[in-house]
């Protein structure tokens, strides 16, 4: 697979707005690496409040970005109908520049290694070609709960 647009994003992971981190993905080797970009917008919703008049992307914003990308390493189109990656675990995460509207992160996600359902992720994301956040994330691929007849309102509690 070469590079995915929003329209094929949106067949790999089940996120929407206002939470789906991803622009783009311009290069895509599953289950090996992924590329792709998050173009950062003043119109973003967490802006109104992180901080007025001094509007910065909150860490967590990169790291669920990233995380994202790492879904769609491990995830082929359709398959989120099916099943949900969901974030297990953030290690060595470090921050080393801010991003503000107008920047570009450039994210990439590396296959550290995987075993049945479970998986650990090395990503990088910069701005300009400045390192501005690293981590390496672990996730778990379950099948969809709603396909059990689980109450979501328990899975969310």
């Known amino acids: 697979m070469g590079a995915l647009d929003i329209r094929q994003i949106f067949e790999v992971l089940p996120h ?7 622009d783009r993905i ?29 509007p910065l992307l909150p860490g967590v914003y990169m790291l669920e970005a990233m995380a994202q990308l790492g879904g769609t390493v491990v995830l082929e189109p359709g398959e989120f109908t099916r099943k949900t990656p969901y974030l297990a675990g953030i290690d060595k995460a470090k921050f080393r520049r801010p991003v503000i509207p107008g920047d570009r992160l450039d994210m990439e996600v590396t296959m550290l290694r995987h075993r049945r359902n479970i998986g650990w992720v090395s990503t990088v994301a910069m701005v300009d070609g ?26 969310h509690a």
């Not at 929407?16 to 991803?22: D, E, K, T, V």
């Not at 690496?33 to 967490?46: D, L, M, S």
């Open 130 to 155: 400045q390192l501005a956040c690293s981590a390496e994330l672990s996730f778990s691929i379950v099948s969809d709960p709603r396909m059990f007849g689980a109450d979501s309102s328990v899975l």
């Open 16 to 22: 929407r707005y206002p939470i789906l981190l991803i």
């Open 26 to 54: 311009t290069e895509l080797e599953p289950m090996v690496r992924v590329r792709g970009y998050k173009n950062i917008t003043y119109n973003e919703p967490v802006f109104m409040g992180h901080f007025p008049g001094n």
